[in-house]
């Protein structure tokens, strides 16, 4: 269910007549890709790998990393849900299918009312050309990896 939790999303970009102004960069990240991207045995506890890249994802917002969203495959681990989690808007697939963590990620990104503040992390080259269709950036899960470590994050 791709829609779920859109009405989220102007808050996840700072958007709305009654808000702030916008940031100035909102980060997506597809995080089983990010996960993926490092063979460190992250398949053997799926649930504890998602918890963790989630503390490092809101140690980068909460040091101005600005505003960041993640997006994961399947369904949520015990525990975990759509939603706010220390500053970082966590969404779930909710679904086997395929590609439907892309889906999500494109459709989120479709949402902003300017798509090119928007920074995507994958390596995924498919979902990469989508959301560059819509006029976001990407940056790979490695670069990215190697930021949050050079961040302390």
């Known amino acids: 269910m791709i829609a779920a939790g859109m009405a989220a999303l102007p808050a996840l970009a700072g958007e709305g ?49 600005g505003t960041v969203a993640a997006v994961f495959d399947g369904f949520p681990p015990p525990g975990l849900s759509d939603g706010d989690h220390g500053g970082v808007a966590v969404f779930f697939a909710h679904s086997d299918e395929p590609d439907a963590a892309d889906d999500r990620i494109v459709a989120l990104v479709g949402e902003l009312a300017d798509p ?29 990896l190697a930021r949050l470590d050079a961040d302390g994050s």
């Open 17 to 65: 007549a009654d808000s702030a102004p916008a940031p100035t960069r909102v980060l997506v990240v597809d995080g089983m890709n990010v996960i993926g991207s490092r063979p460190d045995g992250w398949w053997r506890d799926r649930a504890a790998a998602v918890v963790r890249l989630l503390g490092r994802l809101q140690l980068f917002a909460a040091s101005g990393g």
């Open 116 to 144: 090119a503040r928007a920074e995507v992390v994958t390596s995924d080259r498919a979902l990469a050309e989508r959301v560059r269709a819509l006029g976001a950036a990407v940056l790979s899960s490695g670069r990215f």
